[in-house]
């Protein structure tokens, strides 16, 4: 009877337990309901129609249109000086003054000794005259007369000499009074009045560079050598000088025009330099200073474009998500991939030559949570305020 009631416990335990597992095997076939997936917020552009200029970018340094180190050209005591650092200078203004009286005593005594030359010059040529009458009418040997003449000739080329000398006086109290060279900014003053100054002078007595204009010299990948060549067969080449930075951001210091080309190419570096002037109106741009030098070498005229952070990258090249409507009768917005083909792309402009048309519009923030197809909601862009 015992061993009857425990076979029946057994049993109604089984019947148990199968029925609490077809309760959750039932319980986990019912279908959950169906989440609808929450559009992806979006920013967007349109696709337009526009010019687009095409520019090399190189890193540049500004070195001056024109410099020259002032030095004196004479030694002597240096008496005064007549400018003040940083000054802007005109060609030929006077800058500095050397002692000038040893040179006036020098001239003085070169005219003197001409003088005195001149009248043995006189003299001589009065008795060569006389000597040849006599030769003539055998009063004297021709041998008193050649020496006569000889004479003549000998006091022709002191004069010469003296000449020479006094010319030479003359440039080097000339020389006392030392004015610019060259138009143009001074720098630092390298040598006070007072001091004793030669043509051996170190680091003369001050720099003067030409700033306005002014001009940078820059490097290019030897690979841009045809755009450029190009671009100046057409006519100037136009530049733009701009702060370190985004060059397409930065800000703008000057616009130049290209002057030369250098006429190698840096083997070990493969690049080629170049150089630009600019006008430098208001002194942005200083000697020694790096920029940012962008080269205008063509333009796009009435090319489709699209801003560079709409473009993708996938396994097939170039892509952009569209903003489509969803099915027939929907108000859905959805985000499809749409390869395009590239002619062009920078910091600020991207030129697609296949796959948009004017009046699009393309994702630019938000891309990197759609995939081909997902819904999309369309939201302004966050405005910054500015500092």
């Known amino acids: 009877m015992a061993a009857r009631r425990r076979k029946l416990l057994g049993l109604l335990a089984l019947l148990v337990l199968i029925a609490i597992i077809i309760l959750r095997l039932t319980h986990l076939a019912k279908p959950k309901p169906v989440r609808a997936e929450a559009p992806v917020p979006v920013t967007v552009t349109s696709v337009h ?8 970018n190189g890193l540049g340094t500004v070195v001056p249109y024109r410099t020259v180190t002032v030095e004196p050209m004479i030694t002597g005591p240096l008496i005064k000086i007549f400018f003040h650092e940083g ?29 005195q030359d001149q009248a043995s010059l006189a003299n001589a040529r009065l008795q060569a005259r006389q000597y040849a009458m006599l030769v003539k009418q055998n009063y004297t040997s021709r041998q008193q007369a050649a020496n006569s003449a000889a004479t003549v000739l000998e006091d022709e080329a002191l004069v010469k000499q003296d000449e020479a000398t006094i010319e030479t006086d003359k440039i080097n109290l000339g020389y006392t009074k030392i004015r610019a060279p060259i138009a143009g900014r001074t720098g630092i003053l390298q040598i006070n009045a007072g001091n004793i100054i ?36 057409v006519g100037p080449v136009p530049l733009i000088a701009t702060a370190e930075g985004n060059p397409s951001t930065a800000k703008i210091l000057d616009h130049g025009l290209l002057s ?37 070498v063509g333009i796009f005229h009435g090319v489709v474009t699209i801003p560079p952070v709409a473009v993708q990258q996938g396994p097939k090249g170039s892509f952009v998500y569209l903003i489509k409507t969803g099915p027939k009768g929907s108000k ?26 004017p009046g699009e519009q393309v994702v630019t923030e938000g891309s990197a949570r759609l995939e081909d197809g997902a819904s999309v909601r369309i939201v302004s862009p966050v405005k910054v305020p500015s500092t």
Request: charged share 10%; proline share 9%.
């Open 49 to 56: 129609v526009a010019n687009v200029p095409v520019y090399l």
């Open 87 to 115: 000054q802007f200078v005109r060609k030929g203004q006077l800058l500095a003054e050397i002692d000038p009286a040893p040179y006036r005593a020098a001239l003085a005594q070169a005219e003197a000794k001409l003088a």
């Open 198 to 233: 030669n043509p051996s002078l170190p680091n003369g007595i001050v720099t003067i560079n030409t700033v306005q204009p002014i001009s940078v010299q820059f490097s290019l990948p030897q690979q841009d050598l045809p755009q450029l060549v190009a671009a100046q067969a």
């Open 260 to 296: 030369v080309l250098d006429n190698t190419v840096n083997s070990a570096t493969g690049t080629l330099t170049a150089k630009g002037n600019f006008p430098n109106p208001s002194l942005e741009l200083w000697p020694g200073a790096y920029v940012n030098v962008r080269v205008l």
């Open 332 to 357: 859905r917005l959805i985000a499809a991939v749409q390869p395009v083909t590239l002619g062009y792309y920078d910091e600020s402009t991207a030129v697609v030559t296949k796959g948009l048309k």
